[in-house]
Each structure stands twice: as structure tokens, then as C-alpha cells.
């Protein structure tokens, strides 16, 4: 996916820019217009500001990722992402990684993951084959493709070291909007919506293997349950049973195999997710004094993916303490917003009130009710709506780029752990001059639209023949979310950040370039992070001690 670590300018710090959903390059070039490829405008800029020591990647493929927005996606590069930088760690090269806005996740997911493996002392199968493929790690499984956990567990011990991520100097986040996924919970699992679900407490070396449940109840139910069913549904003598009651007798056999197996996993993927959030505060505390997030108060992509997660859902204060020191829980005063009509029947011609009429023969005359008219009565009043609320949940899933099986997207935040109250994301100054400039570009995408309605008028052509071959030039820089990245302001932020964390930078060149009150700014949201970190965890062992 990538080879960034080859470069040859070794002794300098490195710098990694991890690209955001939809803005990958579907051809894999390193060269381009966007912004983390060679040649662009934002490369250029790095190229020529960023300080003594540091630089980009010379040679060497760029990291890419499929930038679709799922989160299925950001996982999976996030575990290239990890084996660029444990590759990094075992050559000796530190780095900095700037993520915009799913890029952001993508980082995050792999210092977490980092953190979770470490605790664990066992590598993920996923990780393991990204390091095979980067040549860090060498391929002796059997070849099925998964690997035993004595050999995962056996491979840790080889890169432990290295997921340490010692080499790591600073991470920058532009726009990210930070995603908590907990688990939906159900059958003998416990979901983020029962009163006892917590995440307060240590994780220990149990909590990273599978419940010991699952794997006894699925071996019961296949032994006690679905091998007699099987064989009594196959045997033709057996009781003179007929063939209807025997494929009767199979078919609910298969059915309660594949409840079961379905409670087996979601048990499965909520412990994972558990466990997963359960460390999340402290890998936070760990990286948080490398990190800078940058954000805009009316960044679309944040405001937009917050509208999206449930009005019910508690605060994550309240989650991170033990459910018998939380007060007592307020009935939610916040709905979801009411699900619109997406699909009904059509009506019957016979309420279709046409002239001249067409009336399908006795419908129009005859006075009573019809089959059909009864029928779609019924189905638009009581299958319908359930119909139109399933879609709505998987457009809702859809626009969350949640895809993971029995998960739900809980909290939508600023910050890597949702912490984030009263936080600010820009100086003031700067935050105002890009929405100014948003609001600026958004009136030319219009004036734009409207060129190109008018020349497809004056040229007697459709629109579509005229949209299709017009790339609005504007269209890009009307969104605050996708300015980060050009702004020079911003981009002297990311230096500073860079240049202060550095250990290659001379100290008179961290503030070359750089506003007084920006690097005052900067300083300040460093220590206000650092202190919102230690205060959540004071809090939380508190209330778990007490």
C-alpha cells in the first residue's frame, strides 16, 4: 500500500499524509492535484516551510487507502497504516503522521490498535499479513489464510518493540470527526443501551480472548440440537414421518443454527468493541501530548455526522463510570425525527379521479370494496411503514458509514476519546477567515451552476451532456471541510506543531513564520488537553474506587 519508510533521506524525520473519505486516488498515483500527492500545492508548501530535519517522502509509494466511507475501510487501513509505522520503528525513522478528516480515524484507529495489541500481547490476523506483505514480518502460516494465536501471539514477540511507537513525534488531525462505535448488545450480550453497560474498570488479560460462552453453546446446540435434528429429518424410515414434516423438522434445525451462530459472533464482536473502548482512554492519554486537532466550529462534516447519532444515547461521562455511581438515568427528552413515506403501493385506479376515467371495468361502477382495494389498504397501513423503517436504518447506517455487524454509532467528537466539552478547535481569527472564505466560494459555485444552466441554454444542449464534461472549479474550496488543507494559516499550524515536537529542529526555527498568538494558542490547547486528560481519569478511577 505503501513504501514511504524507503526513502533515502534517512536521517530526517518523515512526514506521512493520510488522505480522507472519497479523496483517494482510484489509480494509486503518488502524482496529482490532491492534496497528499507529489506536486500538488499543499506538497509544495510542506516541501518548502517544513523545518530543518524534517521532509517528505522522496521516493517510495505514498500511503494509500480506498477512502470509501465505511468504517469496515478506515479499519483496514488503519492496520497498514500501523505496519508502515512499525516498519518505520524497525528502521530507525521517526515520524509525523497529518490526517484530514477520516484520515484523522484512520491514525487514531492504528494508535489504538497499538495500544489494544500491547495490553494484549497478540498480534490481529489483519496486522500480521499487512507486515508479511512489507516484508517486516516472514509468511509461514498453512496457507488458509488465518493464523493460530500461538502464532500470532508468538509473532508479537518480534515487533513488541516496535508497537510501542517510539519514534512517533506529533500526529495532526484537520476536521476529523472522532467515531465511538459500542456494541448493540442483545441475546447474552450486553449493548450500550442496558443500564449496566460500562466502561469503567481495567482491562485485563481475559477481557482479549473471546467469551468462554460462545464456543460451549455453539458446540451444545450443534451436538444436542442440530446433529439429531439432521439426522432424524434425513432417516426416511425412521417414525413413518413424511417428507413435509421432515423438511419442516430441518428447516427450523437450520434456522435456530443460524440464531445461535448469530448470537456466537455478536457476543463475539461485543466484547471486541468493549474491550476496544475500554482502552481507548488510555491511549489517548498516551499519544495525547503529541497531538493537535484542528477544527472549525461549522466544520460540515462534524455538525453533519453529530446529527446522525441517537438522541437516546447517554454521555460518555456517564458510560465511563460503574452503573451504581451514575445518577439515576432521565428519560430522554430528544426522537429520532419521524420516519418519512419512502415506499407505499400506488392507489387504485378507482380513487384515481381522471377525465375521461378509465375504469379498469367494474371498478368504477361498483360501489362496495375490491380484493385489491382492501389489499392495498393493508399493506400500506401495516407493512409499509416497517418496510419504510428498515430502509430508513440503512440510509441512517449508510450516511454513518457504519457497516460493522451489531454496532452502533454512539458519540461523534472533536477529540480521539468524546472529552471534547467546550474545546475549540482554531483561533478565533482563524476559524472566522475560513468560513468567511467558505461562504465566499459557496456564492461562486452558484454563480457557476448558474454559467453553466445558461450555456447549455444558449448552445441548445442538456445539462447533464454540459455537467458531465465541467469540473466546478470553486466546489471544493465552498466547504470549510475541505479548506483545511490550503490554508496557509492552517498550514503554518501543522508546521508549528511539527517543528515543536521535532527532536532535529533548532528551537529559533519552531516559531519561524508563526503568528505570537498562534503558537501561544497552540501551547495553550496543548496543556488544556493534557489536563482535560489527566482530570477524566482522576475522575473515573474515583468513581471506580468508590
Not at 481475559?206 to 460462545?214: G, I, L, N, S, V
Not at 484542528?294 to 444515547?313: F, N, Q, S, V, W
Not at 461523534?412 to 475549540?424: F, L, N, Q
Amino acid at each position: 500500500m505503501t513504501d514511504s519508510g524507503a526513502d533515502s533521506l534517512v536521517q530526517d524525520e518523515i512526514v506521512i499524509l493520510v488522505h480522507g473519505t472519497f479523496a483517494g486516488d482510484k489509480d494509486g498515483n503518488d502524482e496529482g492535484h490532491r492534496w497528499w500527492q507529489r506536486g500538488s500545492d499543499t506538497w509544495r508548501w510542506l516541501e518548502d516551510n517544513l523545518p530543518p530535519g524534517v521532509g517528505l517522502p522522496q521516493n517510495g509509494r505514498l500511503f494509500h487507502w480506498s477512502g470509501a466511507n465505511t468504517q469496515s475501510a478506515r479499519l483496514s487501513a488503519s492496520m497498514e497504516l500501523l505496519a508502515l509505522l512499525v516498519e518505520l520503528e524497525r528502521k530507525g525513522r521517526a515520524y509525523h503522521l497529518v490526517g484530514h478528516s477520516h484520515g484523522g480515524s484512520v491514525i487514531w484507529e492504528a494508535l489504538l490498535t497499538s495500544q489494544v495489541l500491547r495490553r494484549g500481547g497478540m498480534l490481529a490476523d489483519h496486522l500480521y499479513h499487512a507486515l508479511v506483505r512489507r516484508g517486516v514480518l516472514s509468511d509461514d502460516d498453512s496457507g488458509f489464510g488465518a493464523v493460530g494465536n500461538r502464532s500470532l501471539a508468538r509473532k508479537y514477540q518480534a515487533v513488541s518493540s516496535e508497537l510501542e511507537l517510539g519514534r512517533l513525534r506529533s500526529w495532526t488531525t484537520l476536521g476529523t470527526p472522532f467515531l465511538c462505535h459500542l456494541p448493540q448488545g442483545g441475546l447474552l450480550a450486553r449493548g450500550w443501551r442496558d443500564r449496566k453497560f460500562s466502561l469503567a474498570g481495567e482491562v485485563r488479560p481475559r477481557d482479549f480472548k473471546a467469551p468462554r460462552w460462545t464456543a460451549p453453546l455453539a458446540l451444545t446446540y450443534m451436538l444436542g440440537v442440530f446433529g439429531p435434528s439432521l439426522l432424524l429429518s434425513l432417516a426416511v424410515s425412521w417414525f413413518e414421518l413424511s417428507w413435509i414434516i421432515r423438511l419442516i423438522w430441518l428447516v427450523l434445525a437450520i434456522a435456530g443454527l443460524k440464531y445461535t451462530l448469530k448470537v456466537v459472533v455478536r457476543g463475539d464482536v461485543t466484547h471486541a468493541l468493549t474491550t476496544r473502548a475500554r482502552l481507548a482512554r488510555s491511549a489517548f492519554a498516551r499519544f495525547s501530548s503529541r497531538w493537535l486537532g484542528l477544527y472549525a466550529a461549522t466544520d460540515e462534516a462534524i455538525t453533519g455526522l453529530r446529527a446522525l447519532c441517537p438522541p437516546e444515547a447517554p454521555g460518555y461521562a456517564e458510560l465511563a463510570v460503574p452503573p451504581a455511581q451514575r445518577e439515576i438515568p432521565r428519560k430522554p427528552t430528544a426522537q429520532w425525527p419521524r420516519v418519512p413515506t419512502l415506499l407505499r403501493l400506488n392507489a387504485p385506479l378507482k380513487h384515481v379521479a381522471l377525465a375521461p376515467q378509465v375504469s379498469m371495468g367494474y371498478g368504477y361502477y361498483f360501489t362496495g370494496s375490491t380484493l385489491t382495494e382492501d389489499a392495498y389498504g393493508r399493506v400500506n397501513k401495516w407493512f409499509m411503514p416497517g418496510v419504510n423503517a428498515a430502509l430508513a436504518k440503512r440510509l441512517l447506517r449508510t450516511g454513518q458509514g457504519c457497516d460493522v455487524p451489531y454496532t452502533d454509532l454512539v458519540h461523534v467528537s472533536t477529540w480521539p476519546v468524546p472529552i471534547d466539552a467546550g474545546a475549540v478547535g482554531l483561533p478565533d481569527r482563524i476559524d472566522a477567515a475560513l468560513e468567511r472564505n467558505a461562504m465566499a466560494h459557496a456564492g461562486l459555485l452558484g454563480l457557476e451552476v448558474r454559467q453553466m444552466i445558461a450555456r447549455a441554454a444558449m448552445n441548445g444542449t442538456r445539462l447533464p451532456g454540459i455537467a458531465a464534461g465541467q469540473q466546478l472549479s470553486v466546489s471544493g474550496k465552498a466547504l470549510v471541510h475541505t479548506s483545511y488543507c490550503t490554508d496557509p494559516e492552517v498550514l503554518r499550524m501543522i508546521r508549528h506543531h511539527i517543528a515543536v515536537s521535532s527532536k532535529t529542529c533548532q528551537a529559533e526555527a519552531t516559531g519561524a513564520g508563526t503568528a505570537a498568538d498562534v503558537r501561544g494558542w497552540i501551547a495553550a490547547t496543548r496543556e488544556h488537553v493534557a489536563e482535560k486528560v489527566t482530570s477524566h481519569d482522576a475522575q473515573v478511577h474515583s468513581a471506580t474506587a468508590s
